[in-house]
């Protein structure tokens, strides 16, 4: 598969590039050894200096760093600004909350000292997805790069652009050469480098296949991995929601991102009494979505990234209708050149149609009515998926009962799933294992090493603040 930028708006290749030789991934790799035996000791002081001015470049090439997303993969570009500025609040928070994170954790053990010692594990192999081409690589960079840890990043085949970006940002910002690189290669080298000894750990955010393949070769090279895979999240409108707020919220949540978002609202179930009514606004304010050119500040939702991802959402629409489901609006790619796809609904697929059970990565709707607070229950999670869920009610005891009984690493209570540095981030099921973000982001990638001294040994060590290797 060609590492290239191909411009999902026209179809138009703007660059291509040339993989890594052997020769070169091997001094990759070495390079990351090699740092990471002095970058682990870099005062804490100094790595949130670097990781501070990593901000600030992110906020002020906001624009700059937008259009190489939207280029590459074709989201509106006040969305690509948005993600490089939202890049820096990451940044911003492990600067702030780094240091306490690390600090020694005391255990009480008797007469003896006892503690839990964080020390970074070492070079970390990041494989990432297109679709938030910053977004993805800097919630993982964040956190391993001040804990001690190297970066090493195999991005998407058509962002390698935004992945060159991403490196040259981390040395720009004073980061040493070699604590964050980037590896061109083919997906088939992945394997390679999973298995070599200098890398340490392993962070996927992908499809159920990739996790499954990434989560092997870890698995087999006895290594840490995190997985951040697919999602087909429920949007649950129960009869109490506030009905304005909930369709408005959720024409967001199916499009954001063109559609394509892991923990975009993809299922849509409908409590009986409101659900007329909500397919009805739905469908109204679906239809006034402008479609075009990710460039122009006018268009709400631009192409898919490649023409592949189109054809595979269009063969899951048509086999879902030839199945039962019902095709309330869109449904066809729009005519001349570019990855174009419109906003699309289909509503009662029975449970074999891909729209019941699969994720429709691509502004498609699913619409399934429930009975009761019972049965949405059970339709939300009538899915191999579990990352985020949102349910919209005033109950405080069906909020209650939701919040409980969603089989999703994340519920959001009358607003969508969202990311955030300070939340942590992942999923249960098909949709991986592990956290991102948050404190349990930043601990993911460090040996919790247990201490215990004796009270007989004479001295008791001090614990420390923020202490991380020695």
């Known amino acids: 598969m060609a590492i290239a930028t191909i411009n999902p708006a026209t179809g138009e290749t703007l660059r291509t590039f040339d993989a890594l030789t052997p020769a070169e991934l091997e001094?990759?790799?070495?390079?990351?050894?090699?740092?990471?035996?002095e970058y682990r000791r870099t005062p804490f002081a100094e790595r949130a200096r670097w990781m501070r001015r990593a901000a600030e470049l992110l906020d002020a090439e906001a624009e700059r760093y937008g259009r190489l997303m939207t280029e590459e993969m074709g989201k509106p570009l006040e969305a690509a600004k948005a993600e490089a500025r939202k890049c820096a609040t990451a940044c911003r928070y492990y600067v702030?909350?780094?240091?306490?994170?690390?600090?020694?954790?005391?255990?009480e053990v008797g007469g003896d000292t006892a503690f839990v010692r964080y020390q970074p594990l070492g070079p970390v192999l990041a494989v990432m997805p297109w679709n938030f081409p910053f977004w993805q690589v800097v919630r993982f960079a964040a956190p391993a790069l001040m804990a001690g840890n190297v970066g090493l990043l195999k991005h998407a085949h058509n962002v390698p652009q935004c992945a060159l970006a991403l490196e040259a940002l981390f040395l720009q910002s004073g980061f040493p050469t070699g604590a964050f690189q980037t590896l061109l290669i083919e997906t088939s080298e992945v394997n390679r480098v999973i298995e070599d000894p200098r890398v340490r750990a392993v962070t996927l955010t992908g499809s159920e296949g990739a996790g499954r393949a990434v989560g092997a070769s870890a698995g087999k090279a006895l290594k840490k991995v995190v997985l951040e895979l697919g999602g087909s999240d429920?949007?649950?409108?129960?009869?109490s929601a506030d009905l304005d707020k909930a369709v408005e919220t959720a024409v967001s949540a199916r499009l954001v991102n063109n559609g394509q978002s892991c923990i975009a609202a993809k299922r849509f179930i409908l409590a009986a009494p409101i659900a007329d009514e909500f397919e009805r606004r739905f469908i109204e304010r679906l239809k006034r979505?402008?479609?075009?050119d990710p460039l122009d500040p006018k268009t709400d939702m631009g192409p898919l990234a490649t023409g592949g991802i189109l054809q595979g959402l269009h063969a899951q629409v048509e086999a879902s209708v030839k199945a039962g489901a019902r095709l309330l609006l869109g449904g066809k790619p729009l005519q001349g050149p570019g990855n174009f796809y419109p906003p699309t609904v289909l509503a009662d697929p029975p449970p074999h149609a891909p729209a019941f059970h699969e994720e429709l990565f691509g502004p498609v709707a699913t619409l399934l009515r429930a009975r009761d607070a019972a049965h949405a229950l059970e339709l939300a999670n009538a899915t191999p998926f579990g990352l985020g869920a949102s349910v919209w009610t005033r109950d405080a005891e069906e909020q209650r009962r939701f919040i409980d009984g969603l089989e999703a690493g994340m519920v959001f209570v009358n607003e969508m799933v969202v990311s955030d540095a300070r939340l942590p981030f992942g999923g249960v099921k098909h949709s991986g294992h592990g956290r991102e973000l948050a404190d349990l982001g930043l601990h993911e990638f460090l040996n919790a090493k247990t201490v215990r001294v004796a009270s007989a040994s004479g001295t008791a060590p001090v614990t420390r603040a923020g202490a991380i290797s020695e």
């Open 27 to 37: 001094s990759k790799l070495q390079r990351a050894a090699d740092t990471f035996r």
């Open 96 to 107: 702030a909350k780094a240091e306490g994170l690390l600090e020694d954790r005391p255990i």
């Open 234 to 239: 429920p949007f649950v409108v129960l009869s």
């Open 289 to 292: 979505i402008t479609v075009g």
